[in-house]
C-alpha cells in the first residue's frame, strides 16, 4: 500500500524555520511535490523535485527561503523553510507521481497525496 507520511509541523514565530518530512511507503517516485493551502484558499505550489535528475522547482513565494531536498536511502523527502512569515500559514501537503514527466506546478498531476502538516507562524 502506497502511503506519504508527512511530519514536522508546529508553531513558529516569525523569522524563524521548521522542517517538514514526508516519507513515502510502498514505492518510490519520479516526482514528489510540496503543496500548501491556506484558511478559504486554493491549494498552491510551494516546491517540487524530480527525484532521478534531482531537478527542484519553486514558487516565487518562497525561492531563497525554502529548500526542497531528498534522502533516497530513507525514500523522505525535506522541506526546509527557514525565515518564515506569518503568510506562510497553512497546511503543507506533500505529492507525488511516478509519470515520466508531470507539470510539477499542478495539484492535479500528483497520484498520491499525505494527509498534510499544520505550519502556524505567529507575528
Known sequence: ???????????????????????????????VGWFRQAPGKEREFVTAINTLAGNTYYADSVKGRFTISIDNSENTVYLQMNSLTPEDTAVYFCAA??????????????????QGAQVTVSS
Open 97 to 114: 507521481d511516478n509519470a515520466q514527466w508531470v507539470n510539477v506546478f499542478s495539484p492535479r498531476a500528483y497520484e498520491y497525496w499525505g
Open 1 to 31: 500500500q502506497v502511503q506519504l507520511v508527512e511530519s514536522g509541523g508546529g508553531l513558529v514565530q516569525a523569522g524563524g524555520s521548521l522542517r517538514l518530512s514526508c516519507a513515502a511507503s510502498g514505492r518510490t517516485f519520479n516526482f
